[in-house]
């Protein structure tokens, strides 16, 4: 990475090589009302935490609440279209668009297109497989996400995010923004009450 973008704010939330997004824990008895994120170091140092601002709509901030990443979806609610979402930076420029080639039965997840132009495609290694890598144009892999089981009770979730030294801090935003993305498929889109709205 070059020197200037080492030091940009977006490097200094993502250039770390591993980064943890989990559904905090919650009373099990207080009902599911959608994604509510904490991005994390391995210790457990928080970063960031998302936030839900409209149906559909939410927003990633860091420590000091400023906004860092929006992940709106554009299509696909109620399971009549393929899910799109709209990635945008801090002050509301979208930075990718996401979506998913299908439903979630495939090893292919997602495809990020950036503002650049550039193609970034999340796949699973098989079916029910819980290591998903993240490719760029040329094939070559820039971070792997491992989703695993925050507590079984309620089927909270976790990430967990290692990316290649060679990724781009405008990569591993959008990395971090396409695993939101597939938190709310998964967790969101494809429940009884996201069905239903």
């Not at 997004?21 to 960031?48: F, I, N």
């Not at 999340?122 to 993240?134: F, M, P, S």
């Not at 760029?136 to 695993?148: C, F, K, L, M």
């Amino acid at each position: 990475m070059s020197g200037s973008d080492d030091a940009s704010p977006v490097h200094r939330l993502f250039g770390l090589d591993t980064v943890i997004l989990a559904e905090p824990k919650r009373s099990v008895l207080r009902r599911y009302t959608g994604p509510k994120m904490h991005l994390m170091t391995e210790d457990g140092t928080a970063l960031a935490h998302l936030q839900e601002r409209g149906a559909f709509a939410y927003v990633l901030h860091d420590p000091d609440d400023c906004p860092v990443l929006g992940v709106d979806l554009v299509s696909g609610r109620g399971g009549f279209a393929r899910p799109a979402f709209l990635m945008t930076g801090p002050g509301g420029d979208p930075i990718g668009k996401v979506r998913s080639p299908g439903h979630l039965h495939r090893t292919r997840l997602i495809d990020i297109q950036t503002a650049e132009h550039g193609t970034l495609r999340i796949t699973r290694n098989a079916l029910l497989g819980k290591v998903w890598r993240v490719e760029d144009n040329g094939g070559g892999v820039i971070a792997e996400v491992t989703v695993s089981t925050v507590r079984s009770l309620d089927g909270l979730q976790g990430y967990r995010v290692e990316f290649d030294r060679r990724a781009r801090s405008e990569q591993r935003r959008l990395v971090v923004g396409g695993t939101v993305c597939l938190q709310v498929i998964r967790r969101w889109l494809n429940s009884p009450q996201g069905n239903a709205s």
